[in-house]
């Protein structure tokens, strides 16, 4: 299954590619594909000067996408949008808890 994750991302950017690379690896593990832009994205798209692009291609990638799966301690406005997308193309959409080095729940 190709799973989206969606995460909070730019108030903390350095933090949060962290704890993506580490959700990304546990979803592995459950033998899934993650579909994390936030590790390639930043590396042709600015997050400050192209926020309106970088959100437009988030959400074509959830498009491609079997499920979203939700981190963090709250929705940002990017993730509002990704889950509205998923919403709206009837991708199922689930909180996951993620612990470091313990993979998600």
Same mark, same amino acid.
């Given at each position: 299954?190709?799973?989206?994750?969606?995460?909070?991302?730019?108030?903390?950017?350095?933090?949060?590619?962290?704890?993506?690379?580490?959700?990304?690896?546990?979803?592995?593990?459950?033998?899934?594909?993650?579909?994390a832009?936030?590790?390639?994205?930043?590396?042709?798209?600015?997050?400050?000067? #192209? $926020? %309106?692009? @970088?959100?437009?291609?988030?959400?074509?990638?959830?498009?491609? &996408?079997?499920?979203?799966?939700?981190? /963090?301690?709250?929705?940002?406005?990017?993730? #509002? $949008? %990704?889950? @509205?997308?998923?919403?709206?193309?009837?991708?199922?959409?689930? &909180?996951?808890?993620?612990?470091p080095? /313990?993979?998600?729940?």
């Amino acid at each position: 299954m190709k799973v989206y994750i969606a995460h909070p991302f730019s108030a903390d950017i350095a933090g949060n590619t962290e704890r993506i690379r580490q959700i990304a690896r546990a979803v592995v593990t459950e033998g899934h594909v993650p579909i994390a832009p936030q590790l390639y994205l930043p590396a042709f798209v600015d997050e400050v000067t #192209e $926020r %309106e692009l @970088a959100l437009r291609l988030c959400e074509e990638l959830v498009a491609a &996408c079997d499920a979203v799966w939700l981190f /963090g301690t709250h929705i940002t406005a990017g993730m #509002e $949008r %990704e889950i @509205a997308a998923a919403y709206r193309r009837g991708i199922p959409v689930l &909180c996951r808890l993620f612990q470091p080095g /313990g993979g998600a729940a």
